[in-house]
């Protein structure tokens, strides 16, 4: 890493995002491994609103503007520089170090800059991630680095549109299209999960109320969801079957003595999960059928003697 070129870049880079996201603030600025200005800003970041940043600072780049240090006074750097950005607080000394790129921005550093913008060819914002309430980490690169990611990325723009099989300047309203297919979908899934979850009735196998319903295709939370109420009271068990994904959900009530784990491991051999005495989550490698997991069941709960009831 040229410490040089990311230094520089960074004050280009925070000086187009703070013109065009008015009343964003430095917290932090950290270089190595990540580049990233850790910042401050009321409202959401936008992926448009950061491409017009880039374009100000890559064009403040190109333009070849010269970069140079004045030692001055704290009260001459004020008056001097009326744009200044400077941690009053963080400076001790009376004498400032103030780094200007010509006409564009002026910050107090005393780190290792370019001579001249064009140095460092280009600036990329790779990520944006939120990490509290109004704080913001905004991750950059320079130089090859960035070109590299660059391209990069548009290799992956035109993959995700050729998977989309639309163009690229539709590979956001496909996106959001998708989306909101994919919520109407578990919207439907849920409402028959819960139809279902209404019309599933007990047999009684050896004083147990034992619901076994194959539900493949449902909504796994309302499932467990509804596994928990139907087991709270009696002396009842639950067994949901999942054949498409091959997964199964048992529990049962608190008045029921035998582990779940050890009647999974019974009427499941293959099966890999596990859970508490009460639940249990498994799934196999093998295709789980309900019509070889009734007469398990039923042998399993016939030949454990259930205590009587007090």
């Known amino acids: 890493m040229d410490e040089r070129k990311t230094h520089t870049g960074e004050h280009i880079l925070f000086r187009a995002l703070s013109t065009v996201f008015k009343g964003m603030s430095v917290k932090k600025v950290e270089f190595g491994k990540r580049n990233y200005f850790l910042v401050h800003y009321d409202e959401e970041f936008d992926w448009k609103g950061i491409l017009e940043a880039e374009k100000i600072a890559n064009r403040t780049i190109r333009e070849g503007r010269p970069v140079k240090k004045v030692q001055c006074f704290r009260k001459e750097a004020a008056e001097q520089f009326p744009q200044l950005r400077v941690r009053w607080d963080r400076i001790k000394e009376d004498a400032v170090t103030v780094v200007e790129v010509e006409g564009y921005d002026w910050a107090a550093c005393v780190g290792t800059h370019v001579e001249n913008t064009k140095e460092i060819e280009y600036i990329l914002v790779t990520r944006i991630t939120s990490v509290g309430k109004g704080d913001y980490e905004i991750e950059f690169e320079v130089g090859e680095k960035a ?14 549109s050729s998977v989309l099989k639309t163009s690229l300047d539709k590979v956001i309203p496909t996106v959001k299209n998708l989306k909101e297919t994919q919520r109407a979908l578990t919207e439907s899934v849920r409402l028959l999960t ?6 599933i009735t007990p047999e009684d196998i050896a004083g147990i109320s034992v619901y076994l319903e194959d539900v493949s295709g449902a909504d796994l939370k309302l499932l467990q969801k509804t596994a928990a109420q139907l087991t709270r009271e009696g002396k009842t068990l639950v067994v949901f079957i999942e054949h498409v994904n091959s997964m199964v959900v048992m529990a049962r009530s608190p008045s029921v003595s035998f582990d779940c784990r050890e009647l999974s491991r019974t009427v499941l051999p293959e099966g890999r999960g596990g859970g508490k005495p009460e639940y249990v989550m498994a799934s ?12 398990r069941i039923r042998q399993f709960l016939e030949e454990r003697e259930q205590p009587p009831e007090r």
């Open 147 to 160: 070109k590299e990611e660059a391209l990069n990325r548009s290799a992956l723009a035109m993959e995700v």
């Open 194 to 199: 819960k139809n279902v979850a209404k019309r």
């Open 284 to 295: 196999s490698t093998q295709e789980v059928d309900i019509k070889e997991m009734e007469p």
